[in-house]
């Protein structure tokens, strides 16, 4: 199964690089004037993050996909993307830590063609 942003198809080797890094649990540590030890916990409802990476030596992303992946960055509201393992996520473009579509074109030319090659970073957030 491909890699879906909405409707539109994501190079199949991407990888989700920061999936085990999240915790759904938010926890905030204080002591009591008392000296006592106070540990608050709360299921996150929302805003995990989702970084999917293409690394340079796979360099299966067309310039073509990377200008119309940055057009819909520039686009606000929510998407839906769909993994290889039939999972999907309601998520937003993530602007906070670094821009949202990050590429860069595996060999340099001056005058680029819609076909080359770049490596791919996409940056989303979970709602």
């Known amino acids: ?3 879906t942003l909405d ?3 994501l190079p199949d080797d991407l990888l989700w690089s920061d999936e085990i890094k999240w915790d759904a649990i938010v926890q ?3 002591h009591t004037l ?3 030890l ?3 916990e ?3 409802q929302a805003g995990r993050p989702i970084t999917l990476v293409l690394p340079a030596e796979k360099g299966d992303c067309e310039r073509s996909l990377v200008l119309t992946l940055h057009d819909l960055s520039q686009l606000s509201g ?3 993307l769909t993994l290889h393992n039939a999972r999907s996520f309601n998520v937003r473009w993530r602007r906070s830590d670094g821009p949202s579509v990050d590429a860069d074109p595996v060999r340099d030319y001056a005058d680029p063609s819609s076909n080359d090659q ?3 970073i996409l940056r989303f957030i979970e709602v």
Request: overall charge positive.
């Open 1 to 3: 199964m491909a890699i």
């Open 118 to 120: 770049y490596s791919l």
């Open 7 to 9: 409707a539109l198809t």
């Open 38 to 40: 106070r540990v608050r």
């Open 42 to 44: 709360s299921v996150k």
């Open 28 to 30: 905030r540590v204080s």
């Open 78 to 80: 929510q998407h839906v």
């Open 34 to 36: 008392t000296g006592a």
